[in-house]
């Protein structure tokens, strides 16, 4: 990892899971995905039923919250692998 990664990632975790995944998968990734493949798919267009829409959000909406958490786990583990290795290395050079 790079050092902005570090820092980004040091501060995601001080903010929490829940806003990171409200932040990063919700709004970063499901409500671009919402509003493209919408108008691709002609939901959100013209003759559109309120519960297409509403189907059509609660998936982008749903799948977003599940790219969020995925997007924390591995983050967390590419963080821990990378201390991990900062710390081998430290113990090698005291030795």
Not at 47 to 64: E, N, Q, R, S
Not at 67 to 94: A, P
């Amino acid at each position: 990892m790079k050092e902005r990664e570090l820092a980004a990632w040091q501060q995601a975790q001080e903010q929490g899971l829940a806003k990171f995944v409200v932040m990063n998968g919700v709004l970063s990734w499901g409500l671009p995905m919402l509003i493209i493949i919408g108008y691709f798919n002609n939901v959100l267009g013209e003759g559109a039923t309120v519960a297409a829409v509403l189907i059509h959000c609660a998936i982008w909406f749903a799948a977003g919250g599940l790219f969020g958490v995925v997007l924390w786990y591995v983050s967390d583990y590419r963080y821990k692998k990378h201390m991990r290795k900062i710390t081998e290395k430290q113990d090698k050079e005291q030795e």
